[in-house]
């Protein structure tokens, strides 16, 4: 027992394999190393850490069971949500060569890009509210101290992954950025699955 977590070690792999799932936190922070170097995918990586944070602590406090109770407010969040990162992929579709990058390469609007993107995702609200008590023991459960502990846990484990992330996509762009026609071509992929996950966001129940 660790805090009141029961399982801490499961806890620990589950949050790895959920930071390993592709997503739209990853793809901004994959597109914000390769247009703004390592300093870009940091602050990427603190804008996701910033905005989970946000999300658990809203979840622990019982935002997401408003959010059941109204479902026209979810849904209004998940409209907002999906707009959102429709519109990113959508001018990243659109941008033609010489045009100014979706993602700028100054540091502090990586981290409001990543920041953004983290927060319009609604069901993280949902999935953390479902995912916490899986590892509370009542028994042994310390309130907002084991809340705490799980929500540091986190960042830790995202910070780690996103430096590891932001050095693996510097390195390969790196070698890329040589041939602009590859930075295109990226740049068009990313574009495609943003506007396939602001779809599925919006076409998901």
Same mark, same amino acid.
């Given at each position: 027992?660790? !805090?009141?977590i029961?399982?801490?070690?499961a806890?620990?792999?589950?949050?790895?394999?959920?930071?390993?799932?592709?997503?739209?936190?990853?793809?901004a922070?994959?597109?914000? /190393?390769?247009?703004?170097?390592?300093?870009?995918?940091?602050?990427?990586?603190?804008?996701?850490?910033?905005?989970?944070?946000?999300?658990?602590?809203?979840?622990?406090?019982?935002? %997401?069971?408003?959010?059941a109770?109204?479902?026209?407010?979810?849904?209004?969040?998940?409209? $907002?949500?999906?707009?959102?990162?429709?519109?990113?992929?959508?001018?990243? $579709?659109? %941008?033609?060569p010489?045009?100014?990058?979706?993602?700028?390469?100054?540091?502090?609007? +990586?981290?409001?890009?990543?920041?953004?993107?983290?927060?319009?995702?609604?069901?993280?609200?949902?999935?953390?509210?479902?995912? +916490?008590?899986? !590892?509370?023991?009542?028994?042994?459960?310390?309130?907002?101290?084991?809340?705490?502990?799980?929500?540091? /846990?986190?960042?830790? *484990?995202?910070?780690?992954?996103?430096?590891?992330? /932001?050095? *693996? /996509?510097?390195?390969?762009?790196?070698?890329?950025?040589?041939?602009?026609?590859?930075?295109?071509?990226?740049?068009k992929?990313?574009? +495609?699955?943003?506007?396939? !996950?602001?779809?599925? *966001?919006?076409l998901?129940?």
């Amino acid at each position: 027992m660790f !805090f009141g977590i029961s399982d801490y070690s499961a806890f620990v792999a589950a949050i790895v394999l959920f930071l390993a799932i592709p997503g739209p936190g990853n793809l901004a922070l994959i597109t914000s /190393t390769s247009k703004g170097g390592v300093p870009g995918g940091l602050m990427a990586t603190l804008g996701v850490i910033a905005g989970d944070q946000v999300l658990m602590w809203l979840a622990v406090a019982g935002v %997401a069971t408003v959010l059941a109770t109204y479902p026209a407010a979810f849904a209004a969040i998940q409209w $907002l949500g999906a707009a959102y990162l429709a519109w990113l992929g959508f001018k990243m $579709l659109m %941008a033609k060569p010489g045009d100014a990058p979706v993602l700028n390469i100054r540091p502090r609007q +990586f981290f409001q890009q990543a920041l953004a993107i983290t927060l319009l995702n609604p069901k993280a609200i949902v999935f953390y509210m479902a995912f +916490f008590p899986l !590892f509370v023991d009542p028994q042994t459960h310390l309130g907002w101290v084991s809340f705490g502990v799980m929500a540091a /846990t986190i960042a830790a *484990l995202t910070f780690l992954y996103g430096l590891g992330m /932001t050095l *693996l /996509t510097h390195h390969l762009a790196e070698r890329m950025r040589a041939n602009p026609v590859v930075g295109r071509v990226l740049e068009k992929v990313a574009g +495609f699955f943003l506007v396939g !996950f602001g779809l599925k *966001l919006a076409l998901s129940k």
